[in-house]
């Protein structure tokens, strides 16, 4: 089996990529929690841009897929930008009228419209 897939595979290598995984993801949270403190604040909304796991999702799709099936993915990663900006988009005209709960809830149902638009419309004209 190759190496790079073994680590994918069940059994130990599996569990220790998972938790690679939460803690790559936990140290992005303090991050930004630390950010946010600072004078500097703005910076803790470009670390969840941070391509934390589109390194994974690609890594995956490069080492169990073919290279096609991987520049797929990245054509599809950069449409996918496409909800990330109708959500903050939106986000930004909700605070003005919304308590934050709400506004970032109301934010994340257009995030999720935009993303099924898109999965739709992508597998309608790439499937």
Known sequence: MNAQRSALSGGEDSVTGLVIKALIGALMVVAIAILS???NYYIAGLLPLFPTFALI?????????????LRT???????AVIPYIVYLISLYFFIGGMK????????????????????TLWTRFHA
Not at 104 to 115: E, G, K, T, Y
Request: one cysteine or more.
């Open 37 to 39: 403190k600072t004078r």
């Open 73 to 79: 993915t990245i054509v599809f990663g950069l449409w």
């Open 57 to 69: 999702a690609h890594y995956i799709v490069g080492t169990e897929r073919s290279i096609d099936a």
């Open 100 to 119: 934050l709960p709400y506004a970032l809830l109301s934010a994340v149902v257009c995030w999720s419209l935009a993303a099924w638009l898109l999965i």
